[in-house]
């Protein structure tokens, strides 16, 4: 009798402490490791965003200090929150907890996906069944669920919302969502919408990254008058993005692309695309990009950072170093101690 494969175990690199911190105040990412170096390396650019004074310096220290702190704790206490949720939290839709069925997405999707899978599919014959958004920054937009998905799992959000459940920040520059492991939704929700239709289309839109995307982050962010409005300039933690607009009523708030975020003059004459409820925007994760503030309403929208720890395994995209690996819960950042067999590293640049 075979003995059965250990389960993968993800990691996160140690730079997720110290590196890409965002300060919102001066719409800055900057790296920290000591007072020393935050001004040596910022002095400047923070001075002319308005940190001036001794007592504006020392703010931003102690900010910064606390995040640190934050994101040192952030795996065991995320577990913790998930392990409560899991125990005493009793949802408003237990039917979108269900494992992911065809009749909750969009017929364009299904015919996208189910085209990526068949013989002799191609890049052409893919992008006649969707919309090409920029060819040249290869970001691509369709419909992902149907209307009456988008309402239950809002219906859902929004009950989970009003309980006394606790909750994490989605990311470091939202404050406002749900992280979706938490809740529960990714075994029957997320992991099957990655595996079962997300790669296929990703292979024939980015064949850099075929086969390569074996973990995800997915979360939802929410968008009001009072809360967050509007997102800064960065790029994500992931190789793709598929950004899906559930709702609700809304005006403003489009999403705007730079260039890849290693390019020079990234951010001028940026791309606008708005945000249509039910459908999702793919694009790579390295592409710069924010959202406009919002004009009126909420808007909530579901992100899904796809990641493959073949390719970040040898260069992170936060610190642009070979990974430092730390053990974490679930997919970490979506780094393994595993080797990858063969990587085309050519093709990736």
Known sequence: ???????????????????????????????????????????????????????????????????????????????????????????????????????????EFLAAAEYSTSPGADLQGLLQRLETVSEEKRIYRLPVFTASFCQALLEELDHFEQSDMPKGRPNTMNNYGVLLHELGLDEPLVTPLRERFLQPLMALLYPEYRGWLDSHRAFVVKYAPGQDRELGCHYDNAELTLNVALGKAFTGGALYFGDLFQAPSALANPLEVEHVVGQGILHRGGQLHGARPLGSGERWNLVVWLRASAVRNRLCPMCCRKPDLVDDEGFGDGFTREEPATVDVCALT
């Open 1 to 107: 009798m075979g003995t059965a494969a250990a389960p993968r175990r993800f990691c996160r690199c140690a730079c997720f402490c110290s590196e890409n911190l965002y300060v919102a105040r001066y719409g800055l990412h900057v790296r920290f490791r000591s007072e020393q170096q935050l001004r040596q390396d910022y002095g400047p650019i923070l001075r002319s965003r308005g940190c001036v004074s001794p007592k504006d310096f020392q703010q931003l220290l102690g900010e910064l200090e606390k995040e640190v702190e934050r994101r040192q704790r952030l795996g065991q206490e995320s577990a913790a929150r998930k392990a409560l949720i899991a125990s005493s939290y009793h949802p408003a839709r237990p039917d979108v907890y269900s494992s992911l069925q065809d009749v909750a997405l969009a017929p």
